[in-house]
């Protein structure tokens, strides 16, 4: 089959990739000159284990990288969005890119009135416009189906319209998308729901059908529960740490005892840290409150999920500098939001270093295995000092934080009494 995927970040370039590994013909799309030229050269923009080699393998043989859509979206059987939703000025998911990768599709399409036969029988095969970005429920339904008709199209005539939400953990996407444990293909036709799913055809993981606003929900229900359940244990520990003599670090542990968490796969969340970041569960969290919101909902809960996270620097910052005068030399080990990625986006580690700023703290020294060149190219004005030895950090400070679970630094911490191993005092 041939497949587009318009914008190559971690989803797109991961599926895209993905999917050339699968035997299909795929065209990747992607706007920003300098993304697009790394790719096309041979080199993933991002850290990902195992993608590196898949591109070497795949390009200009089963994946092409193009600046737009022109002769790739025309003979598509699926054009894949996945696109940056970031958060908007009020709160909820900005689909502006969403919309331009939709109305570039459309407008090379062709027009509705010549998709199908003069007898009015609708082609057998006609594209298939897949939202993979993070969108709010309701956004197929009230938003992308009418831009669609407004262009001319009927959706389940001209077009077919789905929902596939992605579940890949940065750091581990090339893993979960080859070895998914689910898809879930949100589509109001048999028609589209089968194209999907072919394009999934090689994939040993169950899909489920459901609609494009359960899809759309699915999303923003697993990733709003893991930042709840981040919160809620900062929460909790922050009032154990209030109440005192409380062994924070072993509670958690022997919480995660608990037979019921079986294989232990969701204990990284229900232990306290330095709150959640990265570039999902913030803005989705923001915008499956200001969604529910909108629809009349009260959202306490995900409120708190939110102020818990937002307080979380203040309250690291209380602990590290507790006794300290204004010369403390601070040394941050874990610039990364988490640990085996380069990624610093929204990462907690710069809010606590603001924070920090704010409260005087001149002297700030940061060590990363991985993220330190993307953290100094992001925050220029946080002024971080990173020697790039972690021996030389440690012994030029006073007190560290440590904020990423990068293996190398549990030598540093008790695991035994102290909140988390990502920072100490």
């Given at each position: 089959?041939?497949?587009t995927?318009v ?11 993905g999917f050339a ?6 065209y ?9 030229e790394?790719?096309?050269g041979?080199?993933i ?5 195992g ?9 200009n043989r089963?994946l092409?990288i ?13 054009v ?9 000025e009020?709160?909820?998911a900005?689909l502006?890119y969403?919309?331009?990768g ?8 062709p027009?509705g009135?010549s998709?199908f ?10 594209p298939?416009?897949v ?5 709010p ?5 009230d938003?992308v189906r ?12 001209d077009v ?7 579940f ?9 998308f080859?070895?998914a444990d689910?898809?879930?293909i949100?589509a109001?036709?048999d028609?589209g ?5 072919a394009?999934y055809?090689?994939f040993d993981?169950?899909?489920e059908?459901?609609s494009p606003t359960t899809?759309e929900f699915?999303?923003?229900?697993s990733?709003?529960?893991?930042a ?5 244990s900062n ?15 072993r509670a958690?542990?022997i919480?995660h005892q ?12 229900v ?5 959640y970041?990265?570039y999902?569960?913030?803005k989705?969290?923001?915008a ?5 919101e909108?629809a009349?909902?009260?959202m306490p809960?995900l ?15 209380d602990?590290l500098?507790a ?7 601070i040394?941050?080990?874990g610039l990364?939001?988490k640990p085996f990625?380069?990624?610093v ?12 700023r704010?409260r005087?703290?001149?002297r700030i020294?940061?060590y990363?295995?991985?993220?330190e060149?993307?953290f100094?190219r992001?925050y220029k ?17 006073d007190?560290?934080a ?14 035994e009494?102290?909140?988390?191993f990502?920072?100490?005092?």
């Open positions: 089959m041939v497949v995927v914008g190559l970040g971690f989803v797109g370039l991961t599926a895209a990739l590994v699968k035997g299909h013909e795929v990747g799309i992607e706007k920003d000159d300098l993304r697009r790394q790719i096309a041979g080199h923009p991002f850290y990902e284990p993608m590196q080699e898949q591109l070497e393998r795949q390009l089963r092409f193009r600046a737009d859509q022109r002769g790739c979206a025309e003979k598509s059987d699926c894949l969005y996945c696109v940056g939703t970031p958060v908007g009020d709160g909820g900005d502006a969403l919309f331009a939709l109305k570039e599709t459309l407008s090379l399409l027009s009135k998709c036969s003069e007898d009015n029988h609708y082609p057998e095969k006609v298939v416009l939202i993979k970005s993070t969108v429920p309701g956004t197929m339904r938003r009418p831009f669609v008709c407004a262009a001319g199209f009927v959706p389940g005539r077919e319209l789905a929902n596939n939400p992605e890949l953990r940065e750091g581990k996407s090339w893993e979960d080859m070895q689910r898809l879930v949100g109001e036709t028609r729901f089968e194209t999907v799913s394009v055809r090689d993981a169950p899909a059908r459901v899809a699915i999303k923003y229900l990733n709003s529960m893991l709840a359940m981040i919160s809620y929460e909790m520990a922050n009032a154990a740490a209030q109440i005192g003599d409380v062994e924070i670090g958690f542990h919480l608990d037979r019921r968490w079986e294989q232990n796969t969701m204990s990284s969340y232990y306290p840290g330095c709150g970041g990265g999902c569960l913030p989705d969290t923001q499956m409150l200001c969604a529910g909108r009349g909902a009260d809960i409120d708190a999920v939110i102020r818990t996270n937002q307080n979380m620097p203040e309250i690291l910052s602990r500098l006794g300290a005068g204004y010369d403390v030399r040394g941050i080990l990364a939001f990625t380069d990624d986006r929204d990462t907690p580690a710069a809010k606590l270093i603001a924070c920090l704010k005087g703290i001149t020294l940061a990363d295995p991985m993220a060149s993307e100094l992001h004005d946080l002024d971080v000092e990173c020697p790039g030895d972690l021996n030389r950090l440690i012994a030029d400070c007190r560290l440590i904020l990423t679970a990068w293996p190398e630094f549990r030598v540093f911490a008790d695991w009494n102290v909140w988390d990502r920072y100490l005092h």
